[in-house]
């Protein structure tokens, strides 16, 4: 497979009147605020991930301040984002930065892969970007792109296909003094895919690569990449407890440290209704106190989750569970700061807004 000539030279071309030039971790462009961007952009689109990125530098500007957060304060500042293996990996790695690399992200691509969260493709676009290296990346925006110049068959997440594309995307790579505009290369790269070769309803007819694209020349543009194969998602269900004291606080517990939402706080959960019945008499909330809210239904890389909120409100007594490392009465505005699963601030904010709409009245 021949590579288009110039193709680094026609994609900065492009990128210089169609690219990305303003998001916040191009200016400044450091190691660290590359990384931190390049683990929120995991499965994450960059729209989505601005205004977190933003909160997340107010509150950990470098790589000391966030190795020296509790779990707690990072997944605070990372609540609603989701993937929250991503923000516990990104601590871990910040830690080991300052007991192992005299408080630096490596510079050696072999090295800082051994970091926790950072593959081949995020360690590539930290260094080439930070830096300048040649290293090629392979999101899926590229792998998109490599698919269709080159017809490559097959899902893209396989790992023969891989194998395929990783070599194809490192010839790619600007030659001699074009070194220099590795971190626009880079940045070209993820917003060509993404705005140009789109997934649907990519913009042949304005693509710089068009004569050389051979998913075009084949008329198989809307057929590559392959998509992933269809499978079907386990469907799991599980109760959840609202128990808000007329103090204004919610009974949270902290989930355990591996699994689905691990270390985050969340409601009380239990398998079945009975269960959850069960707990909560034995601290005085009675069955007939508890009420269902709606539904909700949230999806997970993995499965699906069907959620029953039941809801109580009620006075605070000696019953009352007291607070432990794992299970704390927190109000609705100590909430804001803490790691939160979705589903669970939502329900959370919901009952605080029909609350507060009810004492208005």
Not at 4 to 30: E, I, K, M, N, T
Not at 107 to 136: C, E, F, K, N, V
Not at 245 to 274: C, E, K, Y
Request: net charge positive; proline share 7%.
């Amino acid at each position: 497979m021949k590579a288009p000539a110039d193709f680094s030279a026609r994609l900065l071309r492009w990128f210089d009147v169609h690219g990305r030039h303003d998001l916040p971790w191009q200016h400044p462009r450091s190691a660290y605020r590359v990384w931190v961007a390049e683990i929120m952009l995991q499965q994450t689109q960059v729209s989505t991930v601005i205004p977190y990125y933003q909160r997340f530098l107010d509150a950990f500007a470098n790589l000391p301040t966030l190795a020296a957060a509790s779990e707690d304060e990072v997944l605070g500042r990372w609540s609603g984002l989701g993937y929250y293996s991503r923000a516990r990996n990104l601590h871990a790695a910040a830690k080991r930065c300052m007991s192992v690399h005299n408080g630096e992200l490596p510079s050696d691509i072999a090295t800082l892969m051994q970091l926790p969260g950072i593959g081949r493709s995020t360690a590539a676009a930290i260094l080439a970007q930070a830096y300048g290296q040649p290293h090629a990346i392979l999101d899926g925006n590229v792998k998109r792109l490599l698919c269709r110049l080159f017809a490559i068959e097959g899902w893209p997440g396989t790992a023969s296909v891989e194998k395929q594309l990783w070599p194809l995307a490192q010839s790619l790579l600007p030659a001699g003094g074009e070194h220099a505009r590795l971190a626009d290369y880079t940045q070209a790269m993820m917003d060509f895919g993404a705005s140009q070769c789109r997934r649907s309803r990519p913009d042949c007819a304005a693509c710089p690569f068009e004569a050389d694209c051979a998913a075009r020349r084949l008329d198989r543009v809307s057929e590559l990449p392959r998509s992933r194969p269809r499978k079907v998602w386990p469907q799991r269900e599980c109760v959840m407890l609202l128990l808000a004291a007329r103090d204004g606080t919610f009974l949270l517990h902290r989930r355990p440290p591996v699994g689905v939402w691990a270390s985050l706080w969340s409601l009380p959960q239990f398998d079945d209704i009975i269960s959850a019945h069960r707990w909560a008499k034995a601290f005085g909330v009675a069955e007939t106190v508890l009420a269902p809210m709606p539904v909700i239904e949230h999806v997970f890389s993995h499965f699906r989750l069907a959620i029953q909120p039941l809801h109580a409100h009620f006075d605070v007594t000696s019953n009352r569970v007291a607070d432990t490392d794992d299970s704390r009465w927190l109000s609705a505005l100590e909430l804001k700061s803490l790691g939160l699963p979705t589903p669970v601030r939502r329900l959370i904010d919901s009952m605080t807004e029909s609350t507060n709409k009810r004492l208005t009245q």
